[in-house]
């Protein structure tokens, strides 16, 4: 089955700062990878999603790369805000149809 | 507000209990999907259903079972319950059962304390 991996498990960045965090995958048939928000005791909200035939997409402050040869994708948050603080999930849908997530990263956006 | 609503938003039972969970999807969405989170831990798939049938299973435990309905609500039935099974499960719905690129949308969750 799939396995996701996420690192770094936990990220503190100063205000204003880039982040990033990045995933890999094992299924090569994998093809959608959403990334969550989760803020403590919330459900995840889905901030940004890319499909296998793109290989960058961007919403204002959040992006995400995907390279498909390497089987890994990456989130960039710019010009990080407090806000931004919370824990992110990467994953990723295979062939088989569950969406398997990779194990969070803590963000910690420092005044 | 994801229009997938999950009830009982909490619930504390006792070790050995059994417990439902309910989840109604978003309007339209035919695959319901049940998550289970553990302090400090990512979300673990459970198990998947679309229009009635199951499509993908996760870590599921044999104490634990699901089901969608023809009304496409769906429970999660916990049982033989343990300490351990104390959890944050998520409900999460979609349109489709796997075709690229739709969105999954998640409940709020029902918090279980198995004391």
């Known amino acids: 089955g799939e396995n996701v991996e996420q690192h770094p498990s936990t990220l503190s960045v100063q205000e204003g700062d880039s982040a990033v965090i990045k995933c890999t995958y094992s299924?090569?048939?994998?093809?959608?990878f959403p990334w969550y928000k989760q803020e403590l005791g919330k459900r995840p909200q889905l901030i940004i999603d890319?499909?296998?035939?793109?290989g960058e997409k961007k919403d204002q402050r959040i992006a995400v790369t995907l390279n498909k040869t390497a089987k890994h994708f990456s989130l960039h948050i710019t010009e990080t805000q407090p806000e931004d603080s919370a824990v992110y999930f990467c994953?990723?849908?295979?062939?088989?149809?569950?969406?398997?997530f990779g194990t969070g990263t803590q963000l910690k956006v420092e005044l | 507000d994801s229009g997938v609503t999950q009830t009982p938003k909490h619930l504390i039972t006792a070790t050995g209990q059994r417990v439902t969970l309910r989840c109604s999807p978003r309007s339209g969405d035919l695959s319901v999907y049940w998550y289970q989170q553990s302090l400090d831990q990512g979300l673990q798939f459970l198990i998947q259903?679309?229009?009635?049938?199951?499509?993908a299973k996760g870590n599921i435990l044999e104490r634990f079972s699901a089901q969608q309905f023809p009304d496409l609500h769906s429970e999660l039935n916990l049982s033989s319950l343990e300490l351990g099974d104390s959890a944050l499960y998520f409900c999460?719905?979609?349109?489709?059962?796997?075709?690229?690129?739709?969105?999954?949308?998640f409940g709020e969750g029902s918090w279980l304390t198995v004391v």
């Open positions: 890319i499909r296998s035939n793109v």
């Open positions: 259903y679309y229009n009635g049938e199951e499509r």
């Open positions: 994953a990723a849908k295979g062939g088989g149809n569950k969406l398997t």
């Open positions: 999460a719905s979609s349109l489709a059962q796997g075709a690229q690129g739709n969105t999954i949308y």
């Open positions: 299924d090569s048939a994998s093809n959608y």
